[in-house]
């Protein structure tokens, strides 16, 4: 090294490491990061149902216990959950970079994730039929909101996975697919996570 | 599933008619003309000069931090401008609508503006000057700044930079839309609630405001986003979380409040949009809706927000203040502690703003001493920017004048906010225009800061220097201004003047009012300096041109690249080794910008998707207000395409070869520094740190 680069006491002026950032630690942080700011939707979210839950919020209409079914809830709750599990078992091929083991995992997450929103869809769609729409009563507005807007991060997770499946095949584990393949694990996981909040705050202590 | 609307509607054009061009309206008109005639003159030249591939190339599609940091800071100079014009637009009706015998000009019956443009015009002043003004100049300076100063090549995400700059133009672009074609809201720059509800605005007006706030709003959380990470992750070298400039400190703290904050609003907005499209009921009067849920999801986000403008604001008073009295900034430890100390309290105060909500007493005096705590880590900066004036050599160059000014504004703001968080206190003059001139004192003073920081890194960003005689009128006359408007406006509080009157019904308030008019005039002659600033620096920056540091005295990282700074900020990342390292380094005689060795780079390519992205958004806010679903429905999906698409391109990067990085480094003159630092001055022991001796 050029001594007339050594400053006081040969303190080191430029990188001689060739220093390069980690990208897939930089990208998964900064996914982090974003969820960050999505826990603050949802958590405006639950603020609101609990604000709006109260006996005056139904404005004469359907109560809590009228619109929750916890059973058609659980069985969405070990949907996802499984949906996670197949998720996990696809980072699990990931590792050993096994590209079937991770197609699979990925179909499989998606699939479950399918079935979820069919549930769900039903589940809403009798709501409706009955008549306890969004439009009745803040109650339900706020309930309405709550769910509907996880399915609409179910929905794009689940076109999501779609992409990945296909760039997993076309590119196979470039840098660019890993960091994706491993946000997309938070941002799937993290729906699990806001699904089982869901069931126990809003389904569960809805017919207590 | 959609709300049944009143008035006209058609598959087409949703509700939008020729009658909503309101070219009946002389002010508007003018407003039009001045727009169209400044946009058709703009065009020509670009088209004459050829600079339209240029333009394509180097700006539009660029993902350079520092391109994007001008392009923001451009932007909000432009609406400041806009937002400018509102207040002397305000300030002029409030002086001619005094008294009975006022007269009225142009169909208003006092003064020349009728209540419901009055309506608009405040709401737009606010929206434009928070949202779409001093938020894009700060994130400007951020964007070009931060990434220089923690020594990296760009931001942590480039590319989602690029889409955070066009989506807060999109959002900035539906409000000119809003200017011309329909209406604004005029239910405030909060969305006073159930103002906003459909049954009481019916018009599209609160929806141009809801869509420019929503998708500007995503704008600011996705640049929040980068700036963290870029922080966080892309220090370079020897850049220890204890020698981190204060700006970048501040930028920090400003980040995390407005990835924490700007969420909510989005929520809250969601929400309202749910109502007033879907029927739904969260903030009707009636079926089962609760208003007070949106004025505390707003003020959630809104409270935050104030603190997400202010400390970058404060950022660079800390970084001017040193430079100018050629001494370490004082305390350190205690300013990145306070900033990120004032971060934290944000969040505890919201309710500050509507103690007359009448949640009882034990709430708001929670809420009244949480506001009053903000004053300790405030008075702390304070203090520290004080002592290091204290005993230093102070030189008054343009940028430390608005940093001392500012620093002088934040006193007035203070201590009146001081007064305002004892809610007894409040509740006398809540809604007077005393809570107007306190709030105008704090963002006036990140206005002082933010023309400050511009005038300070204008030269590091460009090469060449801002005219000085032309920025120290300016500053007078902003000073002078400052002082003459808001005075008054203090005094007209205590008087029990409201805020928000077109008309005023006491003609005793009249003097006053003729002195905030005067005050206003003083601005506009301190716009015009500004403008003629901008125009003779740039025309004779041959003249002003220097390679190196042009403040002579400036301490932190940034100040090691060369001037203007090349497209990869760093030929080879610097290994930092105290805290203020381009002082460091002068002062032992090692200021060299000439790294010992050349390395490959990898930069981001350009990318076409986030102005697509942006128009697209523009699009999809026009259509959801004027209720044109197959517009929204092609946008939206577009939207979804280009993100998909862009996510199926492979080369995304490129290398610039090191023989190639060293005959762009012959290119440009290392210019060694000509004067040293004050070493002696107080406080230079106590920062300087050196490699053998790390925090």
């Not at chain 2, 920025?471 to 002078?480: I, K, Q, S």
Request: aromatic residues 16%; neutral net charge.
């Amino acid at each position: 090294m050029d001594l007339s680069q050594k400053g006081d006491g040969g303190a080191l002026l430029w990188d001689q490491s060739h220093l390069q950032h980690d990208a897939i630690s930089t990208k998964t942080y900064g996914f982090w990061l974003y969820m960050l700011g999505d826990i603050m939707i949802f958590a405006s979210l639950f603020a609101a149902y609990i604000v709006l839950s109260y006996p005056v919020n139904t404005a004469g209409g359907p109560t809590p216990g009228d619109v929750m079914h916890p059973v058609m809830a659980f069985w969405n709750t070990l949907l996802i959950c499984t949906s996670a599990l197949s998720y996990g078992y696809a980072m699990v091929a990931l590792k050993t970079g096994h590209r079937r083991g991770v197609l699979a995992g990925l179909a499989g997450a998606g699939l479950l994730g399918l079935g979820f929103l069919a549930v769900e869809g039903l589940d809403l769609a009798s709501l409706i039929q009955h008549g306890a729409t969004a439009e009745r009563s803040g109650f339900l507005s706020a309930f309405f909101t709550l769910v509907m807007a996880h399915g609409v991060h179910m929905v794009f997770g689940l076109i999501w996975i779609a992409v990945m499946a296909v760039q997993v095949e076309r590119d196979g584990f470039t840098e660019t697919v890993v960091y994706r393949l491993l946000n997309l694990k938070i941002f799937w996981f993290f729906q699990a996570f806001i699904w089982i909040s869901i069931f126990s705050f809003v389904y569960l202590t809805g017919v207590m | 599933m959609f709300v049944h609307l009143q008035g006209p509607w058609n598959p087409l054009t949703g509700r939008l008619a020729w009658s909503d061009i309101p070219y009946r309206n002389a002010i508007v008109d003018g407003a039009f003309a001045f727009v169209v005639i400044g946009a058709l003159v703009i065009l020509t030249w670009i088209t004459r000069k050829r600079l339209w591939g240029y333009l394509w190339r180097e700006w539009i599609t660029t993902v350079d931090h520092k391109k994007i940091g001008v392009m923001y800071t451009l932007l909000g100079l432009v609406m400041l401008f806009r937002g400018f014009v509102d207040a002397v637009m305000m300030r002029t009706q409030q002086v001619l609508a005094v008294g009975p015998h006022s007269p009225g000009f142009l169909g208003a019956l006092h003064g020349y503006l009728t209540p419901y443009h009055f309506g608009q015009i405040y709401s737009a002043h606010g929206t434009l000057m928070i949202l779409f003004a001093i938020t894009p100049i700060l994130q400007g300076l951020m964007n070009a700044i931060v990434p220089l100063q923690v020594g990296a090549r760009d931001m942590a995400f480039p590319y989602l930079n690029a889409l955070g700059f066009w989506l807060t133009a999109a959002g900035a672009s539906l409000l000119m839309l809003a200017l011309f074609v329909g209406d604004f809201s005029h239910a405030g720059w909060i969305g006073l609630i159930p103002l906003t509800e459909l049954p009481y605005s019916p018009g599209v007006g609160v929806d141009y405001w809801m869509w420019a706030v929503q998708i500007g709003g995503v704008g600011t959380t996705l640049a929040s986003i980068n700036i963290i990470a870029t922080i966080v992750k892309m220090r370079a070298p020897g850049m220890t979380w204890g020698r981190l400039p204060i700006f970048s400190w501040t930028a920090l703290s400003t980040s995390v409040v407005g990835i924490s904050a700007f969420p909510v609003l989005a929520a809250a907005l969601a929400l309202l949009g749910l109502d007033r499209y879907f029927g739904t009921h969260f903030f009707t009067a009636g079926m089962g809706g609760n208003l007070m849920l949106y004025t505390n999801f707003f003020w959630i986000w809104g409270h935050p927000e104030v603190y997400f403008v202010v400390l970058p604001a404060f950022g660079i008073i800390s970084e001017v203040v040193p430079t100018f009295s050629e001494k370490p900034l004082f305390g350190y430890a205690t300013m990145a502690a306070a900033s990120v100390a004032i971060a934290g309290f944000s969040w505890m105060v919201w309710l500050h703003h509507f103690f007359t909500m009448g949640a009882g007493p034990g709430v708001n005096a929670f809420f009244g001493i949480a506001s009053m705590l903000v004053g300790i880590p405030t008075g702390v900066k304070v203090f520290n920017w004080t002592f290091t004036l204290y005993k230093g050599r102070i030189r008054f160059e343009s940028p430390m004048m608005w940093a001392v000014s500012a620093f002088a504004l934040l006193l007035v703001g203070g201590l009146t906010g001081m007064m305002l968080a004892f809610p007894a206190i409040d509740f006398t003059v809540h809604n007077s225009v005393f809570l107007v001139a306190h709030f105008h004192s704090m963002l006036l003073l990140i206005g002082f800061a933010a023309l400050g920081g511009i005038s300070y890194w204008f030269p590091k960003i460009f090469g060449f220097r801002l005219n000085e005689t032309l920025g120290r009128r300016a500053f007078a006359f902003f000073a002078g201004g400052t002082f003459m408007v808001f005075v008054p406006m203090y005094m007209l509080g205590f008087m029990g003047m409201t805020r928000r009157l077109d008309y005023i019904a006491h003609p005793q308030w009249l003097p006053l009012l003729i002195a905030e008019e005067v005050g206003i005039g003083l601005y506009v002659v301190s716009v015009y300096y500004v403008a003629k600033q901008f125009y003779v620096s740039i025309r004779d920056r041959a003249r002003s041109r220097f390679a190196g540091d042009v403040w002579g005295t400036s301490r932190s990282l940034e100040w090691l690249t060369y001037s203007p700074v090349p497209f990869y900020n760093y030929a080879v990342l610097p290994h930092v080794n105290s805290r203020d390292e381009w002082a460091w380094r002068r002062s032992h005689g090692v200021a060299s910008r000439r790294p010992d060795h050349y390395e490959d780079i990898h930069l981001p390519r350009n990318s076409a998707v986030p102005v697509i992205l942006g128009a697209l958004a523009t699009i999809l806010g026009f259509g959801l207000t004027w209720r044109i679903w197959w517009m929204t429905d092609a946008a939206f999906a577009g939207i979804v395409m280009a993100v998909i698409v862009r996510a199926f391109v492979r080369n995304t990067s490129w290398t610039l070869t090191a023989e190639e990085v060293e005959r762009l480094e012959q290119g440009f003159e290392d210019v060694p520094p000509t004067q040293t630092p004050a070493d002696h001055a107080l406080g230079g022991a106590v920062v300087l740190e050196t490699a053998d001796n790390p925090p």
